[in-house]
């Protein structure tokens, strides 16, 4: 950990796995404070860097291989185009890799996964890479190009990615089209019992909350919405608090997703 905070100071502060994102890319975060970060050993803290610029932040959990959350900012629809390829994150599997996201290359080809999923575990799973931070609601065709890595989906069936929740995410952009100040979301996922290659959590749910932070640091609008990870997936909206709530049962323990609501 300390080499890793070492490289974070060397590379002067553009690395990717960092010791509290707070400080590394808190202009992601509402008010810079973080949704809650399980203490465990297995998490890491990512600020999502590609070609040395940082896009959003990622709580990401090694043992399930999935991301908890994702926090953005957004700016408005940009029609961005969506890619075919998907990075990793070297630094999580390396504690010598490059602080950018790298696709799997000759360079980084000793990368096994063994704290984060590859390609190859998707691959015939029958299971969508299903994005926290979403193509749709990205502030530019670079920072829609930032979020196909992997540290950024999680198993999330067909009709559920690409038809329920995908509605949501453009109801969402439209509704935050009307929303003149700083937009916060955070996009999560939580654990499920079933797992892809032996190796990939698939998770039980996807859930997005979202804040439009006024002058007073205040959310002047936020909403909250979860939705189950089946082909069918029940969808419900709900209050920033009361996802809160849900989301408590859910992980078994205490989550904040916004420190002022
Ligand atoms: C969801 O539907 C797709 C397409 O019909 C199917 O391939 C897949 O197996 C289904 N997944 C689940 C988990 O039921």
């Known amino acids: 950990m300390l080499l890793l905070l070492m490289l974070s100071l060397l590379s002067g502060g553009s690395a990717r796995v960092v010791q509290d994102f ?3 890319c808190g202009k992601f975060l509402a008010n810079g404070k973080s949704p809650t970060r399980f203490p465990d050993p297995q998490y890491r803290q ?17 043992h399930n291989k999935i991301p908890v959350y994702s926090a953005y900012k957004f700016e408005g629809l940009m029609g961005c185009t969506r890619r075919d390829t998907w990075y990793i994150e070297p630094q999580i599997d390396d504690n010598n890799g490059g602080p950018n996201m790298e696709f799997s290359t000759a360079l980084n080809i000793h990368i096994r996964g063994d704290r984060q999923a590859l390609s190859k575990d998707y691959e015939n799973s029958g299971y969508d890479r299903g994005h926290l931070a979403p193509v749709y609601l990205a502030n530019s065709q670079s920072c829609a190009e930032a979020t196909f890595t992997l540290t ?8 559920f990615n690409r038809v329920f929740w995908w509605e949501e995410e453009e109801s969402l952009g439209k509704h935050l089209g009307k929303c003149h100040l700083n937009v916060y979301i955070v996009t999560g996922v939580v654990p ?4 892809i290659n032996s190796r990939v959590n698939v998770p039980s749910h996807f859930w997005t909350a979202y804040c439009c932070l ?4 205040k959310c002047s609008d936020s909403g909250g919405v979860i939705g189950t990870n089946v ?24 989550f904040q997703v916004f420190q002022y609501k």
């Open 22 to 24: 707070e400080s590394g």
């Open 46 to 62: 990512i600020c999502q860097t590609l070609n040395n610029k940082v896009y959003y932040a990622t709580f990401y959990d090694t």
């Open 152 to 159: 950024n989906a999680a198993p999330q069936t067909k009709c």
């Open 192 to 195: 499920g019992t079933n797992y």
């Open 214 to 217: 006024d002058q007073n640091n």
């Open 231 to 254: 082909n069918d997936s029940i969808i419900r909206k709900m209050s920033v608090v009361d996802l809160e709530a849900e989301l408590r049962k859910l992980y078994g323990r205490a």
